[in-house]
Protein backbone atom coordinates (compact mmCIF):
# COMPACT_ATOMS: atom_id res chain seq x y z
CA UNK A 1 0.00 0.00 0.00
CA UNK A 2 1.33 3.44 -1.07
CA UNK A 3 2.63 5.92 1.87
CA UNK A 4 0.36 8.62 2.55
CA UNK A 5 1.24 12.05 0.82
CA UNK A 6 2.54 14.50 3.37
CA UNK A 7 3.81 18.39 2.74
CA UNK A 8 7.06 17.13 2.77
CA UNK A 9 6.86 14.42 0.52
CA UNK A 10 10.37 14.43 -2.26
CA UNK A 11 7.94 12.95 -4.86
CA UNK A 12 7.27 14.68 -7.93
CA UNK A 13 3.29 14.89 -9.02
CA UNK A 14 1.63 13.40 -11.58
CA UNK A 15 -0.41 16.36 -12.83
CA UNK A 16 -3.56 14.73 -14.19
CA UNK A 17 -3.94 13.04 -10.59
CA UNK A 18 -2.60 14.93 -8.14
CA UNK A 19 -1.04 11.77 -6.79
CA UNK A 20 2.79 11.40 -6.09
CA UNK A 21 4.92 9.51 -9.02
CA UNK A 22 6.90 6.43 -7.80
CA UNK A 23 8.52 5.24 -6.43
CA UNK A 24 9.77 3.16 -9.45
CA UNK A 25 12.38 0.75 -10.28
CA UNK A 26 13.02 3.05 -13.68
CA UNK A 27 11.79 6.64 -13.88
CA UNK A 28 12.26 8.69 -17.04
CA UNK A 29 10.43 8.19 -20.61
CA UNK A 30 11.99 4.81 -21.37
CA UNK A 31 9.95 2.53 -19.82
CA UNK A 32 11.72 -1.36 -20.38
CA UNK A 33 14.65 0.18 -21.63
CA UNK A 34 17.95 -1.34 -20.34
CA UNK A 35 21.20 -0.63 -21.43
CA UNK A 36 22.88 -3.48 -19.46
CA UNK A 37 21.30 -5.53 -21.83
CA UNK A 38 23.56 -4.49 -24.61
CA UNK A 39 27.03 -5.62 -22.09
CA UNK A 40 27.37 -8.62 -24.10
CA UNK A 41 28.07 -6.50 -27.34
CA UNK A 42 30.61 -4.50 -24.91
CA UNK A 43 34.45 -5.52 -24.77
CA UNK A 44 35.08 -7.14 -21.50
CA UNK A 45 36.84 -4.18 -20.14
CA UNK A 46 34.07 -1.58 -20.95
CA UNK A 47 32.01 -3.99 -19.23
CA UNK A 48 33.92 -4.75 -15.97
CA UNK A 49 33.79 -0.87 -15.24
CA UNK A 50 30.12 -0.45 -15.93
CA UNK A 51 28.85 -3.20 -13.89
CA UNK A 52 31.15 -2.37 -10.84
CA UNK A 53 29.06 0.54 -10.35
CA UNK A 54 26.06 -1.76 -9.94
CA UNK A 55 27.08 -4.33 -8.21
CA UNK A 56 29.86 -2.64 -5.93
CA UNK A 57 28.56 0.38 -4.18
CA UNK A 58 31.71 2.17 -2.77
CA UNK A 59 32.28 1.84 1.25
CA UNK A 60 32.70 5.24 2.73
CA UNK A 61 36.36 5.34 3.68
CA UNK A 62 37.06 9.27 3.56
CA UNK A 63 34.51 10.65 5.65
CA UNK A 64 33.45 9.51 9.34
CA UNK A 65 29.90 8.41 9.94
CA UNK A 66 28.13 12.18 10.30
CA UNK A 67 30.11 13.37 7.49
CA UNK A 68 28.73 10.73 5.06
CA UNK A 69 25.27 10.71 6.29
CA UNK A 70 25.44 14.74 5.59
CA UNK A 71 26.50 14.30 2.12
CA UNK A 72 23.53 12.09 1.52
CA UNK A 73 21.52 14.31 2.71
CA UNK A 74 22.68 16.83 0.56
CA UNK A 75 23.20 14.88 -2.49
CA UNK A 76 19.49 13.92 -2.18
CA UNK A 77 18.35 17.24 -2.43
CA UNK A 78 20.94 18.65 -4.81
CA UNK A 79 19.94 15.17 -6.94
CA UNK A 80 16.72 13.86 -5.66
CA UNK A 81 15.66 10.54 -6.38
CA UNK A 82 12.94 9.97 -4.58
CA UNK A 83 10.70 8.78 -6.99
CA UNK A 84 13.30 5.65 -7.85
CA UNK A 85 12.48 2.91 -5.45
CA UNK A 86 14.98 1.58 -2.78
CA UNK A 87 16.80 -1.08 -4.94
CA UNK A 88 17.42 1.39 -7.59
CA UNK A 89 18.68 4.39 -6.46
CA UNK A 90 22.38 5.33 -7.93
CA UNK A 91 24.80 5.92 -5.31
CA UNK A 92 26.04 9.17 -5.09
CA UNK A 93 27.99 10.59 -1.80
CA UNK A 94 30.11 7.18 -1.68
CA UNK A 95 31.63 7.76 -4.95
CA UNK A 96 32.68 11.49 -4.01
CA UNK A 97 34.32 9.86 -1.28
CA UNK A 98 35.96 7.24 -3.28
CA UNK A 99 37.30 10.11 -4.93
CA UNK A 100 38.68 12.04 -2.18
CA UNK A 101 39.61 8.94 -0.58
CA UNK A 102 41.93 8.23 -4.29
CA UNK A 103 42.45 11.95 -4.02
CA UNK A 104 41.88 12.19 -7.57
CA UNK A 105 40.54 15.71 -9.34
CA UNK A 106 40.38 17.31 -12.72
CA UNK A 107 44.39 18.72 -11.91
CA UNK A 108 43.17 22.24 -11.42
CA UNK A 109 41.14 24.20 -9.10
CA UNK A 110 40.74 27.81 -8.35
CA UNK A 111 43.07 29.63 -6.67
CA UNK A 112 40.41 31.05 -4.02
CA UNK A 113 39.38 27.45 -3.46
CA UNK A 114 41.42 24.53 -1.28
CA UNK A 115 41.81 21.40 -2.47
CA UNK A 116 38.65 19.30 -2.89
CA UNK A 117 39.87 17.09 -0.04
CA UNK A 118 40.01 20.03 2.80
CA UNK A 119 36.87 21.64 0.76
CA UNK A 120 34.26 19.15 1.40
CA UNK A 121 34.97 18.57 5.47
CA UNK A 122 34.75 22.53 5.83
CA UNK A 123 31.53 22.60 3.44
CA UNK A 124 29.81 20.02 5.49
CA UNK A 125 30.60 21.90 9.04
CA UNK A 126 29.78 25.06 7.57
CA UNK A 127 26.15 23.59 6.01
CA UNK A 128 25.54 21.75 9.65
CA UNK A 129 26.37 25.41 11.52
CA UNK A 130 24.01 27.22 8.92
CA UNK A 131 21.45 25.06 9.78
CA UNK A 132 21.95 25.09 13.63
CA UNK A 133 21.66 28.96 13.40
CA UNK A 134 19.42 29.48 11.24
CA UNK A 135 16.80 26.39 12.56
CA UNK A 136 17.96 25.49 15.77
CA UNK A 137 19.06 21.65 14.35
CA UNK A 138 21.04 20.25 12.75
CA UNK A 139 20.88 19.57 9.25
CA UNK A 140 19.58 15.93 8.77
CA UNK A 141 17.04 17.44 11.03
CA UNK A 142 15.45 19.57 9.06
CA UNK A 143 12.50 19.23 6.86
CA UNK A 144 12.89 18.88 3.25
CA UNK A 145 11.79 22.71 2.18
CA UNK A 146 14.18 23.94 5.03
CA UNK A 147 17.26 22.16 3.58
CA UNK A 148 16.87 23.12 -0.10
CA UNK A 149 16.72 26.65 1.44
CA UNK A 150 19.86 26.51 2.94
CA UNK A 151 21.44 24.87 0.02
CA UNK A 152 19.86 27.87 -2.62
CA UNK A 153 21.64 30.05 -0.62
CA UNK A 154 24.96 28.56 -1.10
CA UNK A 155 23.76 28.41 -4.94
CA UNK A 156 22.77 32.36 -5.02
CA UNK A 157 26.42 33.01 -3.04
CA UNK A 158 24.58 34.36 0.07
CA UNK A 159 24.91 31.99 2.60
CA UNK A 160 22.94 32.50 5.84
CA UNK A 161 25.30 31.60 8.48
CA UNK A 162 29.00 29.64 8.54
CA UNK A 163 30.77 32.59 7.50
CA UNK A 164 33.92 31.79 8.82
CA UNK A 165 34.22 28.97 6.35
CA UNK A 166 32.61 30.60 3.38
CA UNK A 167 35.30 33.63 4.15
CA UNK A 168 37.69 31.72 3.17
CA UNK A 169 36.09 29.44 0.45
CA UNK A 170 33.80 30.71 -2.23
CA UNK A 171 30.09 29.26 -1.70
CA UNK A 172 29.92 29.60 -5.16
CA UNK A 173 32.75 27.60 -6.04
CA UNK A 174 31.78 24.90 -3.46
CA UNK A 175 28.18 25.05 -5.19
CA UNK A 176 29.53 24.11 -8.56
CA UNK A 177 32.39 21.45 -7.45
CA UNK A 178 29.19 20.09 -5.56
CA UNK A 179 26.97 19.65 -8.46
CA UNK A 180 29.28 18.50 -10.94
CA UNK A 181 30.37 15.60 -8.25
CA UNK A 182 26.80 14.77 -8.43
CA UNK A 183 26.00 15.01 -12.04
CA UNK A 184 29.22 12.79 -12.74
CA UNK A 185 28.00 10.33 -10.46
CA UNK A 186 24.58 9.83 -11.12
CA UNK A 187 25.13 9.94 -14.87
CA UNK A 188 28.00 7.50 -15.30
CA UNK A 189 25.33 4.84 -14.07
CA UNK A 190 23.76 2.57 -16.40
CA UNK A 191 20.29 2.92 -14.20
CA UNK A 192 20.63 6.80 -15.62
CA UNK A 193 21.50 5.74 -18.71
CA UNK A 194 18.14 3.91 -19.08
CA UNK A 195 16.31 6.94 -17.44
CA UNK A 196 17.75 9.53 -20.16
CA UNK A 197 17.60 6.64 -23.29
CA UNK A 198 21.37 6.57 -23.57
CA UNK A 199 22.36 3.86 -25.93
CA UNK A 200 24.97 2.80 -23.55
CA UNK A 201 28.85 2.51 -24.79
CA UNK A 202 29.69 2.50 -28.97
CA UNK A 203 32.95 0.60 -28.78
CA UNK A 204 32.90 -2.05 -30.60
CA UNK A 205 30.08 -2.26 -31.80
CA UNK A 206 29.53 1.32 -32.58
CA UNK A 207 26.19 3.31 -33.62
CA UNK A 208 24.33 3.35 -36.71
CA UNK A 209 21.52 5.97 -37.02
CA UNK A 210 23.62 9.17 -36.34
CA UNK A 211 21.25 11.37 -38.28
CA UNK A 212 17.52 12.52 -37.35
CA UNK A 213 17.67 11.33 -33.87
CA UNK A 214 16.00 7.63 -34.90
CA UNK A 215 16.78 5.40 -32.24
CA UNK A 216 19.02 2.86 -32.67
CA UNK A 217 17.16 -1.15 -33.30
CA UNK A 218 17.89 -1.97 -29.44
CA UNK A 219 16.75 1.19 -28.74
CA UNK A 220 13.66 2.49 -27.07
CA UNK A 221 10.76 5.56 -28.53
CA UNK A 222 10.81 8.05 -25.73
CA UNK A 223 7.29 8.28 -24.01
CA UNK A 224 7.15 11.62 -22.54
CA UNK A 225 4.62 11.88 -19.40
CA UNK A 226 3.55 14.83 -17.33
CA UNK A 227 5.32 15.55 -13.68
CA UNK A 228 5.53 18.61 -11.63
CA UNK A 229 7.78 19.56 -8.91
CA UNK A 230 6.56 18.33 -5.43
CA UNK A 231 4.97 21.13 -3.21
CA UNK A 232 7.76 23.67 -1.42
CA UNK A 233 10.64 22.46 -3.32
CA UNK A 234 13.26 24.86 -4.38
CA UNK A 235 13.49 22.47 -7.98
CA UNK A 236 10.18 24.57 -9.30
CA UNK A 237 11.70 27.85 -8.81
CA UNK A 238 13.17 29.27 -11.75
CA UNK A 239 14.91 32.73 -12.24
CA UNK A 240 15.64 34.30 -15.64
CA UNK A 241 19.33 35.32 -15.84
CA UNK A 242 19.63 38.88 -15.29
CA UNK A 243 16.30 39.75 -14.69
CA UNK A 244 13.78 40.09 -11.77
CA UNK A 245 11.03 38.03 -11.42
CA UNK A 246 10.37 34.57 -10.26
CA UNK A 247 8.12 32.06 -11.49
CA UNK A 248 7.45 28.15 -10.80
CA UNK A 249 7.62 25.28 -12.88
CA UNK A 250 5.02 24.00 -15.37
CA UNK A 251 4.31 19.84 -15.56
CA UNK A 252 7.46 18.56 -17.28
CA UNK A 253 10.21 21.03 -16.18
CA UNK A 254 12.81 20.68 -13.84
CA UNK A 255 13.80 17.27 -12.10
CA UNK A 256 15.72 14.54 -13.44
CA UNK A 257 12.34 12.91 -15.62
Same mark, same amino acid.
Given at each position: ?7 ? $? ?76 ? $? ?17 ? $? ?48 ? $? ?101
Amino acid at each position: MEAQRTDD $DPRPIDPNTGKPIGPLAQPGYYQGYRTLDQRKFWDAKTREVVLERVHKVPQFRYFDDRQAALLTAICERVLPQADRDA $DHKIPIAPQIDKRLYEDRH $DGYRYEEMPPDREAFPMALRAIDDMAQAHYGRGFLELRMSEQDELLRSLH $DGKPIAGHDVWERMPPHRFWLLLVQDCAEAYYAHPWAWDEIGFGGPAYPRAYMRLERGEPEPWEKEEKRYEWAPPPGSQSGRYEPVGGQSEHHATPGQGGTH
